[in-house]
C-alpha cells in the first residue's frame, strides 16, 4: 500500500517561504511528523491510560489507536487517497477524533464543518475543495436530516463519491439511503502501525474562517504547523497524564481542536471527556464523574455556569482552569469566574488562522483578568499599524497583523480574497484592532472586519446580506451586531423593503429555504426607507449602529 501524499499544489494554498520553513525546521518547530502520530505515540508511551470518553463508551490510548488504523484501513478500501478532501460533520463524538485520525493516516485531509452548517455551505465545501466523502451524523440534534442532505449534494457534486454515516441516534438509515455505515470500516486489518510516509509538509486539514464576504473561506493547516501550535500549547497549559479536559464547545472549531485542546490532551497523555451539551445540569455532573481538571468555553458559556445554583455549581469543585476565548471576556466575568469558580482562569485569544495567544499560569491576577495573553511562539510576528499600515506605539490601538510557524500564508484557492488578506510580506490581517502592551500582552479593543461575533460563534456580514437581498421584496440590506448582556453580542438585519415587508416569519422560512446555517439567522429585523451610506458610497454601518443603540427593537 502506497501511501505518499500528493505534492502541494502553488494555486491551492500559499506555502511558507523557503528560508521561513528552513528557519521553523531547524529551530524544531516544524518536525516532519504528521498528526497522526500525536497519538500513536501516546499509544506507545501510556497504551493503558484511558484516552477518550464518551457517554459510557471508554478507549485506552491503545485501542483509540487500533480503531483508527482500522477505520484508516476501511477509508483505504474505499479508495479514499491521499491529498483527497473528506467534509467532516459530527457533533462531540468518540468518531470525530476516530476520523480524524484515520484520516491523517491515509494522508487524507478533513474539512472541519460544524454542525450548524447547512445545504448552503455544505453544498460550498464539497465543490471547492472537490470532496470524495463526506462523514456525517444520521440526525441533528433536533432530528434534522444529515444523510438526505448530504444526498441532495452528491447528486449536483461529481466529485463526492460517498456519504459515510455515523449512528448517533441508534437509527439504521444508512442501508436505506445508500450511505456506508462508519462502523463497518472498522471492520477491516488495521494500516500498519510503523508506516511514516505522509509528508508533513502537506495539508493535513482545512479549518473554517469565520469570514466576512460572501462565502465562507477554507484555512490549510500542515501538519508541521499544527502539530507545532498543539504542542507548543499543551506545553504551555502544562497538560500532562493527570489531564482531564472536558471537550464541551463543537470539536471542529480551532479552540478545542488544538488550542490545545483534545489534540493536545492525547498529545500530553491525558483524558478527553466528550459532552455535547453547555448547560450545567448535564456538564457539573460530568466534571464530578470523571474527575474533569480542565475545560474550554466561549464568555457566554462561562456566564450561563456561573449562574447555575449553587448547589449544581458544587460538583465542579474538581475544575483546576477554565479557558475562556473565542469573543471578548468582560473583566467583571473574568473576575467572577476566579472568585465564585474556584477555579483558575486562562484567556485565549486565537484564530483558526494561526495565531494563538494565552495568559501564562505565572502572570499577574490583573493581567490575566485583563488582557488577552500573549502568543505561543517566540517566532510570531506580531504587527499592530493604522489605517495606513503605519505600525503605531505600544499602547496604542491599532490593526493586528501576524504572521509565523503556524499562521497561514493564504486561504485555500482564494487568490482574490488573499490579496486583501495578507500583506504583501505575508502578514495575515486579522481585522481585530488591538493594544500590545509593554509586558507583550494583548488587549482586543474591537474588530475592524464585517462580523458578528455571536458568543464566539462568527457571522460574516456580507454572507448574510447576500442571501437576504436575494429575497424580491428586499433592495437594500444590512447585517450589524447589536450588544447583547448574554451573548455579547446579536445580529440585526436593516432592511429597505419599498414594495412590501415581509414578516420576520417569511424572512426565516425564506433563509431556510436557502440553506443556511441557523445561527446565522439574523436575531431581530428592522426596516428604513435607505440605508446610511459613507461618503465612498459604502453602507456606514457605524451609522446603522448608532441608530439601533437608540431604537427599540420592533415587534416581530
Ligand atoms: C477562535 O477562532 P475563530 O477563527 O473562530 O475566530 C477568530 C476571531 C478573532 O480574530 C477575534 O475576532 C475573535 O475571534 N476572538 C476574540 C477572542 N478569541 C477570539 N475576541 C476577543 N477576545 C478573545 N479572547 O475564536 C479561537 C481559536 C483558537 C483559540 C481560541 C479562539
Redesign the pocket.
Known amino acids: 500500500m502506497s501511501l505518499l501524499t500528493s505534492t502541494p499544489q502553488q494555486a491551492d494554498w500559499t506555502p511558507w517561504p523557503a528560508d521561513m520553513a528552513a528557519h521553523y525546521k531547524a529551530l524544531g518547530y516544524w518536525r516532519g511528523e504528521p498528526l497522526w502520530r500525536l497519538l500513536a505515540d501516546s499509544a506507545l508511551r501510556h497504551p493503558g491510560q484511558t484516552a477518550l470518553v464518551c457517554g459510557a463508551r471508554r478507549w485506552s490510548y491503545l485501542r483509540l489507536d487500533e480503531w483508527a488504523r482500522q477505520l484508516a484501513g476501511g477509508l483505504w478500501q474505499l479508495g479514499i487517497q491521499p491529498g483527497d478532501h473528506v467534509v467532516l460533520q459530527l457533533p462531540n463524538v468518540a468518531e470525530f477524533l476516530a476520523a480524524c485520525f484515520a484520516l491523517w493516516r491515509v494522508g487524507a485531509r478533513p474539512v472541519m464543518a460544524l454542525p450548524g452548517h447547512r445545504h448552503a455551505e455544505m453544498a460550498y465545501f464539497c465543490a471547492h475543495t472537490g470532496a470524495t466523502a463526506a462523514i456525517v451524523a444520521d440526525t441533528g440534534p433536533h432530528g434534522f436530516d444529515h444523510v438526505a442532505m448530504l444526498g441532495r449534494i452528491k447528486a449536483q457534486t461529481p466529485s463526492l463519491k460517498h456519504v459515510i454515516v455515523v449512528q448517533t441516534h441508534g437509527g439504521n438509515r444508512s442501508e436505506r439511503d445508500d450511505a456506508i455505515s462508519f462502523a463497518s470500516l472498522a471492520e477491516h486489518p488495521p494500516v500498519p502501525a510503523s508506516h511514516d510516509h505522509v509528508d508533513a509538509s502537506t495539508l493535513a486539514l482545512l ?1 473554517l ?2 469570514g466576512t464576504t460572501g462565502l465562507p473561506k477554507l484555512i490549510p493547516r500542515t501538519h508541521d504547523d499544527y502539530a507545532y501550535s498543539v504542542r507548543a500549547s499543551a506545553d504551555i497549559c502544562q497538560f500532562s497524564t493527570d489531564t482531564v479536559y472536558l471537550a464541551v464547545l463543537p470539536l471542529a ?3 478545542p481542536l ?2 490545545p485542546g483534545t489534540l493536545g490532551v492525547l498529545y500530553a497523555g491525558g483524558t478527553v471527556v466528550l459532552c455535547q451539551h453547555g448547560d450545567p445540569g448535564t456538564v457539573f455532573p460530568l466534571i464530578a464523574k470523571e474527575g474533569v481538571t480542565h475545560t474550554a468555553v466561549v464568555p457566554p458559556l462561562a456566564q450561563a455556569w456561573l449562574n447555575a445554583p449553587e448547589s449544581v455549581r458544587a460538583q465542579g469543585r474538581g475544575l483546576q482552569w477554565m479557558q ?6 468582560s473583566p467583571d466575568v473574568a473576575q467572577r469566574i476566579v472568585t465564585e469558580m474556584g477555579c483558575r482562569l486562562q ?7 494561526g495565531l ?1 495567544n494565552y495568559t501564562r499560569q505565572d502572570d499577574a491576577p490583573e493581567t490575566i483578568i485583563s488582557t ?1 495573553g500573549r502568543p505561543i511562539s517566540p517566532d510570531d510576528e506580531l504587527l499592530v499599524v493604522d489605517d495606513h499600515d503605519v505600525p503605531v506605539p505600544n499602547g496604542v490601538p491599532g490593526h493586528l497583523l501576524a504572521r509565523g510557524p503556524y499562521t497561514i500564508r493564504g486561504y485555500f484557492r482564494a487568490d482574490e480574497h488573499n490579496a486583501r488578506a495578507f500583506s504583501t510580506d505575508g502578514f495575515y490581517r ?3 484592532v488591538v493594544r500590545v502592551l509593554e509586558s507583550g500582552h494583548i488587549v ?1 479593543e474591537g ?1 475592524a ?1 464585517d ?1 458578528i ?1 455571536r458568543g ?1 460563534e ?1 457571522i460574516p456580514a456580507q454572507e448574510v446580506e447576500t442571501h437576504l437581498l436575494a429575497h424580491p421584496f428586499v433592495l437594500d440590506a444590512a447585517l450589524v451586531a447589536v450588544p447583547d448582556q448574554h451573548l455579547g453580542e446579536r445580529s440585526c438585519a436593516v432592511l429597505v423593503c419599498p414594495s412590501d415587508r415581509p414578516s420576520r416569519r417569511a424572512l426565516v422560512s425564506f433563509l431556510k429555504d436557502r440553506g443556511l446555517s441557523i445561527y446565522k439567522y439574523p436575531d431581530r429585523y428592522e426596516f428604513v426607507d435607505q440605508l446610511p451610506k459613507t461618503n465612498v458610497g459604502k453602507i456606514d454601518k457605524r451609522a446603522l449602529r448608532q441608530w439601533l443603540d437608540n431604537t427599540p427593537p420592533t415587534a416581530p
Not at 347 to 353: D, I, L, N, S, W
Open positions: 479549518q474562517s469565520g472549531h480551532n479552540f488544538s488550542s475562556v476565548g473565542g469573543a471578548r471576556l484567556q485565549v485569544f486565537g484564530m483558526a488562522e494563538v488577552q486579522t481585522g481585530d482586543v474588530r472586519k462580523q461575533n464566539g462568527k
